[in-house]
């Protein structure tokens, strides 16, 4: 979509509550401003767009936006897409091995709902002009990631479960806050998908509990399975602050509502009490109760660790590209049939 698509036009009247623009320092004014016979300039627009963030409005997808916040949503939402559609490998080798056929209907039923998360992500990211297509192609040629959990392996059925308690917590401390998001699609997107991993967390929680009601050799499992997903989970919430590149604006956009330090804080403080109940230790002998803070602290995260698995040198992150990759070369029979069907059918129209 073309930067300046959807600008106010010829005769249309906006009302621009901003004290940048007007001056009048701490007080905030509102002005009609006419766009007469041409357009508004760029300045008006960024004060504009910027006076629509303060005001906790949201952009749609006809709306004028920067350039810069388009880039920076493409580039937020098909990570997130990508997350959802790879994080399908990990759990969904357990869905043939699952122990019970309860089991595996939940498990069948959760690997579902993340392809069906993945796509409500990449409809979002359409909206900004891209096309699904070449999102794929960016990740599986590498210049798009997902999350660097997923290139972790599941290596016994707790970790079913602890992926559901401890990532999927960590995704639902990461993305209730994008509920709020400023943009429209995004937001809305992540209601019904906060809902979903609701649900995602307490199923996994629940396995968990049963296994730890079991024999030892069980419980020893879970505890195996903590010990090996606990610090990637906080990884997954991106690097300090101080070295993101890309929360300062992303929080001035208000695209993301909480800092990464304060989305990994509030996560360690939730799964603690969690982990008590549960019965199992979080490897983390610096973990303790901060009673002026009011929160927990905990021990340094490996961001060297963090930083290899980013950059492709992960357990799983070639098997989990190659996977992905052969499924999209594998599906085109299945896509190039509904174009044609849509094209036949639907007036020329063709498939999404």
Not at 88 to 108: H, N, T, V, Y
Not at 241 to 252: F, I, K, V
Not at 328 to 343: D, F, L, M, P, S
């Amino acid at each position: 979509m073309p930067a300046r698509q959807g600008l106010p036009r010829r005769g249309m009247g906006i009302r621009i509550i901003t004290d940048r623009m007007f001056g009048r320092k701490g007080v905030v004014m509102a002005a009609e401003v006419k766009a007469a016979d041409e357009r508004l300039t760029e300045a008006e627009l960024d004060a504009y767009f910027e006076a629509r963030i303060a005001g906790d409005q949201r952009i749609e997808p006809r709306d004028w936006m920067p350039e810069g916040y388009r880039r920076t949503l493409v580039r937020q939402v098909a990570q997130h897409a990508h997350s959802e559609i790879i994080g399908m490998q990990p759990e969904g080798d357990w869905i043939a091995s699952a122990p019970s056929l309860q089991r595996k209907a939940i498990l069948l039923a959760k690997v579902q709902d993340e392809a069906g998360h993945g796509m409500y992500l990449y409809a979002a990211a359409e909206t900004l002009g891209v096309d699904r297509a070449e999102l794929t192609e960016r990740l599986v040629d590498g210049r798009q990631k997902y999350s660097s959990i997923f290139n972790y392996p599941a290596l016994s059925f707790a970790d079913v479960g602890v992926i559901g308690w401890l990532v999927d917590g960590a995704a639902i401390c990461n993305q209730v806050p994008l509920c709020r998001s400023s943009f429209g699609p995004y937001a809305r997107a992540m209601v019904r998908i906060c809902k979903e991993e609701s649900f995602h967390q307490r199923q996994g929680y629940e396995l968990l509990l049963r296994m730890m009601e079991g024999t030892p050799r069980q419980r020893a499992m879970v505890q195996d399975a903590v010990d090996r997903w606990w610090w990637p989970s906080l990884m997954m919430f991106g690097p300090p602050d101080a070295e993101s590149p890309n929360t300062r604006q992303s929080m001035a956009w208000r695209v993301k509502r909480d800092t990464n330090d304060d989305l990994r804080q509030r996560f360690v403080d939730m799964s603690v009490p969690q982990a008590r109940r549960l019965g199992v230790t979080l490897p983390d002998p610096d973990l303790a109760w901060n009673a002026e803070r009011g929160h927990y602290d905990f021990g340094p995260v490996d961001w060297a660790e963090f930083k290899r698995v980013i950059s492709g040198d992960g357990p799983c992150n070639a098997e989990r590209i190659a996977r992905r990759r052969a499924a999209h070369e594998n599906g085109a029979w299945v896509r190039e049939a509904a174009t044609a069907y849509a094209t036949k059918h639907g007036g020329g129209r063709t498939a999404a």
